[in-house]
Nanobody, 123 residues
Protein backbone atom coordinates (compact mmCIF):
# COMPACT_ATOMS: atom_id res chain seq x y z
CA UNK A 1 0.00 0.00 0.00
CA UNK A 2 1.31 3.44 -0.94
CA UNK A 3 -0.04 6.48 0.85
CA UNK A 4 -0.04 10.13 -0.09
CA UNK A 5 -1.23 12.87 2.22
CA UNK A 6 -2.42 16.18 0.81
CA UNK A 7 -4.48 19.22 1.68
CA UNK A 8 -2.20 20.92 4.16
CA UNK A 9 -1.69 24.64 4.16
CA UNK A 10 -1.76 27.85 6.14
CA UNK A 11 -4.87 28.77 8.11
CA UNK A 12 -5.69 31.25 10.85
CA UNK A 13 -6.49 30.13 14.37
CA UNK A 14 -10.12 29.14 14.64
CA UNK A 15 -10.25 28.10 11.01
CA UNK A 16 -10.74 24.71 9.37
CA UNK A 17 -8.78 22.49 7.05
CA UNK A 18 -9.29 19.02 5.64
CA UNK A 19 -6.34 16.79 4.86
CA UNK A 20 -6.64 13.66 2.77
CA UNK A 21 -4.74 10.40 2.58
CA UNK A 22 -5.01 8.66 -0.77
CA UNK A 23 -3.99 5.03 -0.97
CA UNK A 24 -2.92 3.00 -3.97
CA UNK A 25 -2.91 -0.75 -4.12
CA UNK A 26 -5.58 -3.29 -3.76
CA UNK A 27 -7.67 -4.16 -0.76
CA UNK A 28 -7.29 -0.86 1.03
CA UNK A 29 -10.43 -1.80 2.94
CA UNK A 30 -8.36 -4.37 4.87
CA UNK A 31 -6.29 -1.63 6.47
CA UNK A 32 -6.98 0.61 9.40
CA UNK A 33 -5.53 4.09 9.03
CA UNK A 34 -4.06 6.48 11.52
CA UNK A 35 -3.09 10.13 11.39
CA UNK A 36 -0.01 11.29 13.26
CA UNK A 37 1.71 14.65 13.45
CA UNK A 38 5.15 15.95 14.26
CA UNK A 39 5.97 19.50 15.23
CA UNK A 40 9.52 20.88 15.05
CA UNK A 41 11.60 19.61 17.96
CA UNK A 42 8.88 17.26 19.15
CA UNK A 43 8.19 13.57 18.82
CA UNK A 44 5.62 12.21 16.43
CA UNK A 45 2.26 11.95 18.15
CA UNK A 46 -1.00 10.17 17.52
CA UNK A 47 -3.92 12.24 16.26
CA UNK A 48 -6.71 9.90 15.15
CA UNK A 49 -7.38 6.43 13.78
CA UNK A 50 -10.17 4.68 11.93
CA UNK A 51 -10.95 0.98 11.55
CA UNK A 52 -10.93 -0.71 8.17
CA UNK A 53 -14.71 -0.49 7.86
CA UNK A 54 -14.91 3.00 9.28
CA UNK A 55 -17.14 1.99 12.17
CA UNK A 56 -14.62 2.65 14.93
CA UNK A 57 -12.66 5.83 15.43
CA UNK A 58 -10.33 7.07 18.13
CA UNK A 59 -8.77 10.44 18.88
CA UNK A 60 -6.05 12.01 20.95
CA UNK A 61 -7.48 14.04 23.82
CA UNK A 62 -5.94 17.18 22.38
CA UNK A 63 -8.08 17.01 19.23
CA UNK A 64 -11.24 15.31 20.49
CA UNK A 65 -14.30 17.33 19.59
CA UNK A 66 -12.39 19.38 16.99
CA UNK A 67 -11.11 16.78 14.51
CA UNK A 68 -13.08 14.11 12.66
CA UNK A 69 -11.58 11.15 10.81
CA UNK A 70 -13.53 9.41 8.07
CA UNK A 71 -12.88 7.17 5.09
CA UNK A 72 -14.26 6.31 1.67
CA UNK A 73 -13.17 2.82 0.69
CA UNK A 74 -14.50 3.26 -2.85
CA UNK A 75 -12.15 6.20 -3.35
CA UNK A 76 -9.37 4.61 -1.25
CA UNK A 77 -9.13 7.79 0.76
CA UNK A 78 -9.13 8.72 4.43
CA UNK A 79 -9.93 12.25 5.54
CA UNK A 80 -9.12 14.30 8.60
CA UNK A 81 -11.43 17.25 9.05
CA UNK A 82 -9.84 19.75 11.40
CA UNK A 83 -11.96 22.50 12.93
CA UNK A 84 -11.25 25.18 15.52
CA UNK A 85 -7.57 24.95 14.70
CA UNK A 86 -5.05 26.26 17.18
CA UNK A 87 -1.42 27.30 16.69
CA UNK A 88 -0.49 24.20 18.70
CA UNK A 89 -1.87 22.10 15.83
CA UNK A 90 0.96 23.28 13.59
CA UNK A 91 2.89 20.21 12.44
CA UNK A 92 3.60 17.90 9.57
CA UNK A 93 0.69 15.48 9.36
CA UNK A 94 1.31 11.87 8.30
CA UNK A 95 -1.06 9.05 7.51
CA UNK A 96 -0.21 5.42 8.10
CA UNK A 97 -1.86 2.08 7.36
CA UNK A 98 -2.11 -0.98 9.54
CA UNK A 99 -3.35 -4.34 8.33
CA UNK A 100 -5.75 -4.93 11.17
CA UNK A 101 -9.42 -4.36 11.75
CA UNK A 102 -8.84 -1.57 14.24
CA UNK A 103 -6.40 1.29 14.42
CA UNK A 104 -3.73 1.92 17.03
CA UNK A 105 -2.34 5.01 18.77
CA UNK A 106 1.19 3.58 18.52
CA UNK A 107 3.21 4.56 15.48
CA UNK A 108 5.36 1.42 15.71
CA UNK A 109 2.31 -0.74 14.95
CA UNK A 110 1.80 0.70 11.48
CA UNK A 111 3.10 -1.03 8.38
CA UNK A 112 3.02 1.74 5.78
CA UNK A 113 3.62 5.45 5.93
CA UNK A 114 3.24 8.24 3.43
CA UNK A 115 5.09 11.53 3.14
CA UNK A 116 3.54 14.19 5.31
CA UNK A 117 1.68 17.38 4.56
CA UNK A 118 2.44 20.62 6.38
CA UNK A 119 -0.30 22.29 8.40
CA UNK A 120 0.46 25.73 9.77
CA UNK A 121 -1.95 27.60 12.03
CA UNK A 122 -1.24 31.27 12.58
CA UNK A 123 -2.27 33.07 15.75
Amino acid sequence: VQLQASGGGLVQAGGSLRVSCAASGRRFSLYSVGWFRQAPGKEREFVAAISWGGGTTSYADSVKGRFTISRDNVKNTVYLQMNSLEPEDTAVYYCAALRHDSGSPYASNYDYWGPGTQVTVSA
